[in-house]
């Protein structure tokens, strides 16, 4: 089943938003296994900054089972500075949870930093558009497509998230295991890739309490362990 894509309404003060325009998507890497299409808008307001909404739909093209690729957008609106963004999909922990062939998952194309963003009057006048590039593909039998520098940095993500799961699993009782999560959650300086692993066991026990977040915790380090016992990840 794919996932619906769509274009969400950018919501600005009255009067500060000068004009919009749709940003063409364009997939630079047409041999890669994923596709990439989507709806994205560019918006200009007076104090010549650029906002963004929209959504990049992802598809596997492949006959194989995704369990990670790598991919990076440069959102390029009309007159403003390139910004970059760079989108991680990860299912390692996740048993049958990857990206299976001919399906699609989305990601939102997140606001344009205000300083990023700014109007550059060097920048030539040219059509908003995005331009993506697929940089690397693990497939569930653990062979790869794409730039294999990139393994590297993704196996330090994986610890980073292997590590988080094994401070909550280690947790006597319901009491440790929720302020170890506060901790982490509140810890400064903040590590992203902590942070977000955190968040998305904390909204399991937000949805269906602790003794459930705990399990899942349980679950993913079981699954990651089987995958990376068999030597392919």
């Known amino acids: 089943m794919g996932t619906l894509v769509l274009v969400l309404p950018l919501m600005t003060a009255p009067g500060l938003q000068a004009q919009s325009e749709p940003a063409t998507v364009y997939n630079l890497t047409s041999n890669a296994p994923v596709t990439v299409t989507g709806n994205v808008t560019c918006s200009e307001k007076i104090e010549r900054s650029a906002d ?29 500075s390139p910004f970059p963004i760079n989108y991680h999909f990860d299912r390692l922990f996740f048993e049958a949870r990857g990206l299976p062939s001919e399906e699609s998952v989305s990601h939102f194309v997140p606001t344009a930093d205000s300083q990023e963003s ?57 009491q440790e295991f929720d302020s170890t999560l506060t901790a982490i959650l509140s810890a400064t300086p903040q590590d992203p890739v902590a942070y977000t692993t955190a968040y ?5 026990r937000k949805n269906s309490g602790t003794e459930s977040a705990r399990a899942s915790v349980r679950e993913r380090l079981r699954v990651a362990g089987e995958r990376e016992a068999s030597g392919k990840f």
Do not use: Y
């Open 52 to 80: 963004t909404a929209g959504e990049l739909k992802f598809t596997n093209t492949s006959s194989l089972n995704i369990v990670s690729f790598e991919a990076v957008a440069i959102l390029r609106c009309k007159g403003s």
């Open 118 to 174: 700014r109007f550059d009057a060097t920048a030539a006048p040219t059509p908003s558009h995005v331009d993506v590039e697929i940089l690397f593909v693990q497939f569930e039998d653990g062979s790869t497509w794409g730039d294999s520098r990139v393994i590297g940095k993704l196996r330090v993500r994986r610890q980073k998230i292997e590590s988080v799961l094994n401070r909550l699993a280690s947790a006597s009782d319901d």
């Open 200 to 204: 998305k066991i904390g909204m399991v």
